[in-house]
């Protein structure tokens, strides 16, 4: 049951609406689990303003002593388990990164975002060598434009490639539909076309984007089965 952690240590990234396109795709079809370890409770609160028919489970985790169990219980009866963790690099996120099967580090692209990512993508990897096993990271590039990429952008991704980073091919527009699901607290699939703008483009950015983490986990699990029964305190 493959366990996917969202991580950044800056705001404003798009890892909670990243979370969700991802949680809702999937459960068109699996079970799926939210762990919500997000101190600001994004997921609560859509829910608490009336959100509703999302079709996953959302469980809410926010201590360092609960997240281990709140994933293994998770587990247990889903099929894909999804976590939104709390912006900032703790015990917490650490927990929830040593039982992963795939970290998502969300940027923009710019200098500040790509700074941040990279905190987050140093702190997964020191997280793996106190395991003792390869942790898989993969950078989302989220917010982009319809049409160009910027200069700035494109040398982002060079860089990353260029240190062994690995990127997500698919990217997230900057779309009215992904801002909409907080917005009007709805769901990507109940969004009204007469309130929002080209629904149609925001389903098909959001499919494709699943499908990839898809066959990212399938080639991750073909040559790698990590052992998810890591004690905490090992990363304690």
């Not at 926010?62 to 939104?84: C, G, Q, W, Y």
């Not at 993969?138 to 982002?156: E, F, G, M, Y």
């Not at 959001?206 to 499908?211: D, H, P």
Request: net charge neutral; with cysteine; aromatic share 6%.
């Amino acid at each position: 049951m493959p366990v996917i952690t969202f991580f950044q240590t800056k705001g404003g990234t798009g890892k909670t609406t990243s979370a969700f396109l991802l949680a809702e795709i999937l459960a068109k079809g699996n079970s799926v689990t939210v762990i919500e370890a997000d101190q600001n409770k994004p997921f609560s609160e859509w829910l608490g303003q009336g959100g509703q028919d999302h079709g996953f489970e959302i469980v809410t985790a926010l201590e360092e002593d609960e997240i281990v169990k709140a994933i293994h219980d998770a587990t247990m009866r889903s099929t894909f388990v999804i976590i939104d963790s709390e912006g900032s690099a703790n015990l917490t996120v650490a927990r929830a990164a040593s039982v992963s099967d795939l970290v998502i580090v969300t940027s923009n692209g710019k200098p500040l975002d790509q700074r941040h990512a990279g905190k987050a993508i140093k702190y997964v990897k020191d997280v793996s060598k106190r395991l003792g096993r390869e942790i898989p990271i993969r950078v989302l590039l989220t917010l982009q434009p319809a049409v160009a990429r910027s200069r700035t952008l494109k040398q982002a991704e060079e860089d990353m490639r260029e240190h062994g980073i690995e990127v997500f091919e698919s990217q997230l527009i900057n779309r009215d539909a992904f801002a909409a699901i907080f917005g009007y607290c709805t769901t990507l699939f109940n969004l009204d076309p007469a309130k929002v703008n080209a629904p149609d483009k925001g389903y098909f950015n959001a499919k494709v984007y699943a499908l990839e983490v898809l066959r990212v986990l399938k080639a991750i699990e073909q040559n790698v089965k990590p052992d998810k029964a890591v004690k905490s305190k090992e990363v304690a």
